[in-house]
């Protein structure tokens, strides 16, 4: 009787708390419905397993919740929730790129390290083959960040954080460790 009730009691919160239209990607992208009812399967089982296994006694609330973080970890959000769970993305893009660095991002941008908080981005960079004295400041403060700008705001990951105001700061240095230049990108910088 109690893994019936525990049963229906995930479905009925699953069904009535949301629509499976209502999922996306963490990256924005609209989920089909046929998608989002099989992780929802997925994880109502999961959680009915649990808890079975460990004998919990769950308020609705507490399905929801767990609903939620299932799909979270399964990479679907609800299309109102993105806003929130944004810095958790940000956390995750720094952590999933730092796997990955020292990484070079052309012949001679070397991508050293990005840290995150909350709804900023901060990507540090090498430029392996020049020094500070050698560099034209002025083309490279007016080239560069339009560059970073139009390829940060064409790539749909990058784009939907964007458009939940977090903000990409990138940091240069050349090849001795001394700053070249920094700059921002934001929302603003993307072309409607």
């Known amino acids: 009787m109690k893994k019936t009730g ?8 699953c069904a009535c708390s949301s629509t499976l239209e209502e999922w996306v990607t963490i990256n ?15 994880c109502q089982n999961a959680i009915l397993a649990k808890v079975e296994r460990e004998n919990i ?7 929801a919740e767990a609903m939620d973080v299932c799909m979270l970890s399964n990479g679907l959000v609800r ?29 001679v941008t070397r991508l ?3 840290e995150n908080d909350r709804r900023t981005l901060r990507f540090y960079h090498t430029i392996l083959d020049d020094l500070v004295e050698d560099i034209n400041l002025e083309q490279f403060n007016h080239v560069v960040p339009k ?6 705001c ?4 990058t784009a939907v954080l964007l458009e939940n105001d977090v903000v990409f700061r990138y940091f240069y240095f050349d090849a001795e460790g001394a700053k070249i ?6 929302i603003s910088d993307c072309e409607p």
């Open 79 to 107: 299309k109102d929730d993105l806003y929130e769970y944004t810095p958790i993305l940000v956390e995750a893009t720094a952590r999933r790129i730092n796997s990955d660095v020292p990484v070079m991002v052309d012949d």
């Open 28 to 42: 924005g992208i609209s989920v089909t419905g046929e998608g989002a009812n099989d992780v929802s399967t997925q």
């Open 181 to 186: 230049s920094d700059f921002d990108v934001d």
């Open 147 to 152: 560059i970073v700008a139009k390829n940060s």
């Open 57 to 63: 006694d769950a308020t609705p609330q507490e399905w």
């Open 112 to 114: 050293d390290l990005v």
């Open 154 to 157: 064409s790539v749909r990951p």
């Open 6 to 13: 525990l049963l229906a009691t995930s479905v009925l919160i």
